[in-house]
């Protein structure tokens, strides 16, 4: 009886495992919906500064902006970790941390220094596990932080970058390719690429680049304000690119805990029978035994 | 027919989008005064400051709090780019009226405080007139 009771306890166990998983999966999909909705939200916003910024810089000729230039007295980078703050997500954390040593390693080795910017607890206490120092951490972001908070983020890097500090600023975050796929990436913030506002050359003209625009302050000028709000938003996609593919992580990661779970149930269900079958025959052996013996 | 001397109005936060609408009129605070825009404005490109955006729709008058930003009109389409947008609806009074108290009692010791006083200030007495209005 010991034998078949323990294995139904057990299973008890795994049931309830089951339920918790599935109500984390079903979760961690609401939370993926929400924030891949915000995600999206901030397309047209991109888009149109985007446009702004090639309008701007067709009548304004050559562009000459801090932002774009390089810092060749100094070789210190700025390296900004975007992890998670709650784990049960798979392998998210892991992969990043991987990308984000491999490439400090990188830069290490070519006579760099590096200095570490940390957002999310897991990226934390990775780092004060191994006693590798961070110049910063960002221990208030909540989970899905709000453009105003990253703002004075980006606000920061880019002081610094114009103060020549940086060589350059990169982040290391998980970029979602698909729901099935995302991958750990190092993107380069600062200084901003001299093609990025040129991607869309190939394609198309951008709309009304043919329109003589009445240009309030002058192009240059303007092309300094917009220069830094592209860098906030960009920033600002790469948060939001983390927040998706965490929850999608963890999505994925509860949704295989799940079903593990349940392969482990069926297959105790299946021992427990046997079990249970191979104690009647005993109960039912030593019954008939006794029945023999009394005749 | 009332479309006929309207223009196409967005507004745009990183966020995501606020309004999209046809307006009869649109007013909004750029970096060195208010412009007004009606329809077939010719193409212009400028830097928002701070105050009040107000756009009238010919039967409703909505007005929003803007803090920075960009104003593109191309095409008889008025696209606004601002890190803020707040209705008028959802700016509290008594809280404006606080936060001008707050940014007037900031000490500035030098230039860039000053500066960074002014702001603030400027921005509490823009919300403050907005929520004055409603």
């Known amino acids: ?295 | 027919m009332a479309n006929t001397n309207t223009l196409r109005c967005d507004l745009i936060t990183p966020e995501n989008r606020v309004l999209e609408c046809d307006a009869v009129s649109v007013s909004l605070p750029a970096h060195d005064g208010s412009i007004g825009f009606l329809k077939s404005r010719a193409p212009l490109l400028c830097k928002l400051g701070v105050g009040t955006l107000e756009i009238d729709t010919g039967s409703t008058r909505r007005r929003y709090y803007v803090d920075g930003g960009f104003a593109q009109m191309f095409d008889n389409t008025l696209t606004i780019l601002t890190e803020q947008a707040v209705e008028s609806s959802d700016i509290d009074l008594a809280a404006a009226d606080a936060e001008l108290r707050e940014a007037q009692a900031q000490t500035a010791a030098d230039a860039d405080a000053r500066a960074e006083k002014d702001a603030a200030v400027s921005r509490a007495k823009a919300k403050k007139r907005i929520a004055e209005r409603t």
């Open chain 1, 1 to 295: 009886m010991a034998k078949a009771r323990a294995i139904a306890v057990r299973r008890k166990a795994v049931n309830n495992i089951k339920k918790i998983t599935r109500t984390m999966q079903l979760i961690a999909t609401a939370r993926f919906q929400k924030s891949l909705n915000r995600a999206v939200g901030t397309k047209p916003y991109t888009e149109k500064i985007t446009e702004l910024v090639e309008q701007v810089s067709a009548a304004g000729g050559e562009i000459d902006h801090p932002l774009l230039k390089d810092n060749p007295d100094t070789s210190r980078h700025a390296l900004l970790l975007l992890t998670s703050n709650r784990g049960l997500c798979g392998g998210y954390n892991a992969g990043l941390l991987r990308a984000v040593s491999a490439e400090a390693n990188t830069l290490a080795s070519s006579g760099a220094q590096v200095d570490l910017y940390v957002v999310g607890k897991k990226g934390m206490n990775f780092f004060k596990f191994v006693g590798k120092p961070m110049h910063k951490t960002y221990p208030d972001l909540p989970d899905a932080p709000a453009f105003s908070e990253i703002e004075p983020i980006a606000s920061e890097f880019m002081r610094c970058y114009e103060a020549g500090d940086y060589a350059s600023v990169r982040i290391v975050y998980m970029k979602f390719l698909t729901p099935a796929r995302q991958e750990p990436t190092v993107a380069r913030l600062l200084p901003i690429q001299a093609d990025t506002p040129k991607a869309d050359d190939s394609k198309k003209a951008p709309a009304g680049s043919e329109a003589q625009f009445d240009f309030s302050p002058e192009p240059s000028e303007l092309l300094g304000e917009l220069l830094p709000v592209t860098v906030k938003v960009r920033l600002f996609q790469f948060f939001n690119d983390m927040v998706v593919s965490e929850n999608v992580a963890r999505m994925v990661a509860m949704k295989s805990a799940s079903d593990a779970a349940g392969d482990m149930s069926s297959s105790l269900g299946r021992q427990f029978n046997r079990a249970r079958q191979s104690q009647i025959t005993l109960e039912l052996l030593d019954i008939m035994g006794g029945v023999e013996a009394l005749k």
